[in-house]
């Protein structure tokens, strides 16, 4: 067997050390997924305070002059996480060592966000063609969502080629658009900024660049890289990707290993799909944790998100208090996260009117989120686009069928519970197509409806709890794409060796 591809996995975030959403807990799994599928990969990210203080003994590879318009020197530091995973640290105090958020401060993106992420997109160009400071050379350049986004343009304008690249999104309404005047700060071509170069509507779309560049795109589901061809998901982008319909493929995220109840080191009790009454003891445990009411012929709700209008939380917000109080069936709900104030002041009024039965987490907490999904009956996901999702994934796993719009990564992973699925054996949570707060009512009642059947509701969460949402699985199909994108570069192998 001929050896595995090198890949340089260019990426902000990373789990634990930085990580804003699902681009972090993704750049810590899959490049140990390729890794162990035979790859040859490094990890290349920003040198943050936390990736410092986890690897003090990181020795530099690399010093790097300053690479070209207003950005500065450099250096590259090496370090290997505790799996065996090597990382190259991208050291550059005056960008990177800021503390919190890696895009924004109080609330506001740093100024000086095109520079910083202009000279992570330039490194890793650098580091992919023959002018590369060190030794090891890869075969493949992955670069993930618009902070690396420039990287392929770097190859293309700066250095005239190099390793094949891929160029994935996670998130196509994050594009790193910046004003014209930026170009020659970030070392780039005057002849750069065209239709079919980095220019987009009159500014600079780091985004843009990679599609435009990258030998191959991904994206992090089969339905969400349809819905971006669509002009109504595509944000401007999605001509660009029609174009390049041939060259995209969706792939769908996988679950971390640290995401599963037979082990998770955050529960109460464990349990797995046999052992599915373990799971009423974290259900418990969370209650009195948050304060809840101990009511047991109650569901109880959950929602583990980014508190924002994409992820339908002004749909929960609008149904909330008919769903907690109608009838003689009542609900209780749990919500972890933050987001846009009106949502945050929005959640927090919601638990003041219905004081033991709502319970909000403003904020987020690692091991609060891995409670509430084992202690949950119900997860609510009522996104109005997901190119992925993570949360219902987990749900799955954890015996917590989730309710959810047919969106993105949603779609493709949530099958709703009808009578035709059920007796398919395919069924594992509700489904529901319109964005409006009806739709999430109705569907969430036929979730409480079906909890109260204690038969069905535990074909479903044996049905979940078997479905195949492995980092291997997405692996094996971003080795395929590396090899497509080696094979339409005209990139050789052997010439990095």
Known sequence: MRPGPRVLFVTSEMAPWQKTGGLGDISAALPIALKQAGADVRVLIPAYPALHKAFPKAR????????????????????????????????CPTFFDRPGNPYQTQGRDWPDNAQRFALLARIAALLASTDSP??????????????????????HYVHAGGAATVMTIH???FQGLFPENTLSELG??????VYDGVEFYGQISFLKAGL??????????????????????????????????ADLEGILNGVDALWNPATDAYLAKHYDAHHLAAKAENRRALAAELGLESDPAAPLLAIVSRLTHQKGMDLVLACADELLTEGEVLTQLVVLGNGERSFEQGFRALAARHPGRVAALIGFDERAAHRIEAGADIFLMPSRFEPCGLNQLYSLRYGTPPVVRATGGLADTVVDCTQQTLSAGTANGFVFASADAGSLLTATRRAIEAWHNRRLWRQLQKTGMSADFSWPKAAAQYLAVYDAAINASGFSPTTAD
């Open 212 to 245: 435009q560049f990258a030998n191959k795109i991904t994206t992090v589901s089969p339905t969400y890289a349809g819905e971006i061809q669509r002009p109504d998901l595509g944000f401007g982008l999605d001509g660009l990707l029609r174009y390049r319909k």
């Open 171 to 173: 998130n196509i309404a």
């Open 60 to 91: 530099v590879v690399a010093r790097i002059p300053p690479p070209g318009g207003l950005l500065p020197a450099s250096r590259i530091l090496q370090a290997e996480t505790r799996e065996g995973m090597p990382l190259l640290l991208l050291d």
């Open 134 to 155: 060190i030794a090891w050379r890869p075969h493949i350049l992955h670069c993930n969502d618009w902070q690396s986004g420039l990287a392929p343009a770097y190859l």
């Open 188 to 193: 780039l071509p005057r002849k750069a900024f």
